[in-house]
């Protein structure tokens, strides 16, 4: 439902903007797919949904600001920065795309945008992440060849394609070397997706504590929900019911041979080794 008190910033040329009131899922914050996340220094705290073009926080009465950004015509090398949502007093506006961690040219380019800023990058084990990534494409691609099939160069001989996507966004060390390039290493948070599993609070606790924001999301914002296998938001005052995963989301993966996936644990141990010393934490990946 429109709510004219529910806004974020003045709308701009070639941009369409919506904005209402709703209870918001964890989807993408699980899935590491934050956009145009906001937050305010004392009563907003909020997270991207699966549009690309989102934001989305807590008001002072727990209920949340959705407010969608559709743009209508984007040209060949318009300005990014000027099509980013106007922070109002006490908000921070931030911009996601999934595969910015891993595309070579980024970290270049977005040190040539602003020195300064603040990287988050949510990461899972990587066998796992490349599972889900193949559940994901073999839903909408469903006669492409198995998983094992496309892992390996040759099944034979047991040489893993290190260059098929599902697994080469999963060599984090070598995606974190590059941003370390033109970052320092305190200018980029990791979030465990793991832990975003287990203690979703903690988490964002801590994202909350990157950015020098009072902690305002806490544990008794979510709760579990044991047939997705998530944790979902409760239900905000006036709000029917609480908000969980989509239907795509906590799905049943695939199933992979144990074999395939001992070989994969085992290809990805040292590239998991550099990940951890360079990020100066162990993410317990077996």
Not at 62 to 83: F, K, N, P, R, W
Not at 124 to 141: F, G, L, M, N
Not at 243 to 256: A, F, N, P, Q, Y
């Amino acid at each position: 439902m429109l709510n004219q008190s529910c806004a974020c910033s003045a709308g701009r040329p070639g941009v369409w903007q919506v904005c209402w009131q709703m209870s918001l899922s964890l989807q993408p914050v699980l899935q590491g797919l934050w956009s145009h996340l906001q937050l305010n220094e004392t009563h907003l705290l909020g997270f991207g949904v699966e549009t690309e073009e989102q934001s989305a926080g807590w008001d002072q009465e727990e209920t949340l600001c959705i407010c969608i950004c559709v743009h209508l015509h984007v040209g060949q090398g318009y300005d990014a920065l000027s099509m980013m949502p106007k922070a109002l007093d006490g908000q921070i506006v931030m911009e996601k795309t999934p595969r910015y961690f891993v595309t070579v040219d980024t970290p270049a380019r977005v040190h040539a945008m602003s020195q300064d800023v603040k990287l988050i990058v949510v990461v899972r084990d990587p066998v796992t992440r490349a599972i889900s990534d193949y559940t994901q494409i073999i839903s909408k691609t469903p006669n492409i060849p198995s998983f094992e099939t496309l892992a390996f160069k040759n099944r034979t001989t047991g040489q893993i394609d290190s260059l098929w996507s599902p697994l080469w966004i999963g060599l984090y060390a070598q995606h974190m070397e590059r941003w370390l390039a033109w970052f320092p290493r305190n200018q980029i948070h990791l979030v465990s997706g793991e832990r975003l599993i287990s203690d979703p609070a903690g988490e964002l606790g801590k994202v909350q504590d990157f950015l020098g924001l009072q902690r305002i999301v806490t544990d008794k914002h979510f709760y579990f929900n044991k047939t997705k296998g998530f944790p979902c938001l409760k239900k905000p005052e006036g709000s029917s019911k609480p908000h969980c995963l989509g239907k795509t989301k906590g799905r049943t993966h695939v199933s992979i041979d144990p074999e395939v996936i001992r070989k994969l644990r085992d290809f990805y141990k040292p590239h998991n080794q550099r990940f951890y010393q360079l990020a100066g934490q162990n993410f317990g990946w077996h």
